[in-house]
């Protein structure tokens, strides 16, 4: 492990940020090693780690504690979080190809993002508020939108997730069984789907835009 | 599922063979959501299957953090890591045979448990059990690909170590 020298400072392995971000993985691990015995418990973990998510950034700025191994692993754990839970949401809905196509669409689009944000030198994947796209503008321009779309996405899969029937592997059935629930369940069901919705609009668009960047990025260099 | 099963051992044999510059990156990602697709699909099998999800964050975070720290670094491919001190991380990334047999075992290794399992039973083990009772030929093939398997998981481990400590080392340079 890397030390920096003659000074008393922790080695960014033991940074606050990064300790909440291994705590979160623990939990996580928790939360899949429970995910059949009890859905609640999982529900409740699972929220309980992406709560963090937000908590480690915020410590970060706080204890200047920002580091560029903390933002990998910040990332890392959202895609595998995520990929395993839509994994699992495939193990209910059989095959539940919707489910990783899903996983494919999360993992590529971030990954193309990550990619040509280096290759255009910025340094969060985030700053992407020159980019022309109209609605990836309001997606990075305002964070509490940002903050809608993806928590919706990670509620939605949640609430499928607790409502999936064993005897029945058809997610038509279980939507349909959602919006006989109370009104309030119906609201935030509905509010879900609008938000994954733009969510997974966003991702494809993010992945067109990033990837027409590589090509850019390789019409300069060859100039 | 078999076309995709097809598809994704055509990736993962090419990404492996082959020596592509820039492009190395495009073809590290549709390996990573092949594999992470056939992993769900052996969590459907296997259900909850929690070993197969924990090589899926494996898989996607060795590579993840190896992709990042090799940007840092000015590499454009991740199989440039010559340079490294890890002895099994140098004999991986010199000979490519070897790299191969490690890439094409673990794929190999998913597929087998793939087509052995049981409807009926959802226990790994007895799956395992009843392939180690089929021909001599069918048994060396699974044990090779379980050697090659474990070599590369052990190879991701280090390599998520490696590619942390480079991110950790480069945050010390730029603040210097």
């Not at chain 1, 909440?20 to 780690?49: D, E, K, M, Q, T």
């Not at chain 1, 494919?104 to 990550?114: E, K, P, R």
């Not at chain 2, 140098?90 to 087509?115: D, T, W």
Request: proline share 3%; with cysteine.
């Amino acid at each position: 492990m890397a030390r920096p020298s003659a000074e008393k400072t922790p080695s960014v392995y033991l940074y606050i940020p990064n300790l909440i971000g291994y705590f979160r993985i623990i939990i996580n691990f928790i939360a899949f090693a429970v995910c059949y015995s009890n859905r609640v418990l999982f529900a409740i973990l699972y929220f309980f780690s992406f709560f963090c998510d937000g908590l480690d950034g915020w410590f970060a700025r706080k204890f200047n504690q920002a580091s560029t191994f903390g933002a990998v692993l910040d990332m890392v754990t959202d895609r595998v979080s995520t990929a395993c839970l839509l994994a699992l949401l495939s193990q209910f809905y059989r095959p539940g190809l919707v489910f990783l196509v899903l996983l494919g669409l999360d993992i590529t689009s971030h990954w193309f993002q990550m990619y040509s944000s280096f290759l255009s030198g910025k340094t969060s994947h985030k700053d992407v508020k020159d980019t022309g796209n109209w609605l990836l503008k309001l997606y990075y321009g305002h964070r509490p939108f940002m903050a809608f779309c993806c928590v919706a996405s990670e509620v939605l899969y949640i609430i499928l997730f607790l409502f999936a029937d064993e005897k029945s592997t058809s997610l038509l059935n279980v939507c349909r069984g959602i919006l006989k629930q109370s009104p309030l369940t119906v609201i935030v069901f509905l509010s879900t789907l609008v938000g994954w919705a733009l969510k997974q609009v966003i991702n494809v668009i993010q992945m067109k835009t990033a990837a027409d960047a590589c090509v850019v990025f390789d019409l300069k260099r060859d100039k | 599922m078999a076309w995709m099963v097809g598809l994704h051992a055509s990736l993962t044999k090419g990404q492996c063979i082959l020596q592509p510059e820039i492009i190395s990156w495009f073809t590290l990602l549709f390996p990573r959501v092949s594999t992470a697709c056939l992993l769900a699909l052996l969590s459907q099998f296997y259900r909850p299957g929690l070993v197969f999800l924990m090589l899926l964050g494996l898989d996607i975070t060795s590579h993840w953090f190896q992709m990042y720290s090799s940007f840092l670094s000015g590499k454009t491919s991740h199989k440039d890591v010559k340079d490294t001190g890890n002895w099994l991380l140098k004999l991986y990334y010199g000979h490519r045979p070897f790299m191969a047999f490690c890439c094409v075992a673990s794929e190999v290794l998913y597929i087998i448990l793939f087509l052995f399992a049981d409807e009926k039973s959802t226990s790994l083990l007895n799956v395992c059990r009843g392939i180690l009772k089929q021909n001599p030929l069918t048994v060396i093939m699974f044990i090779s690909t379980l050697v090659g398997w474990a070599l590369k998981q052990v190879i991701n481990v280090i390599q998520m170590k490696t590619a942390a400590d480079a991110c950790v080392a480069f945050d010390l340079k730029r603040s210097k």
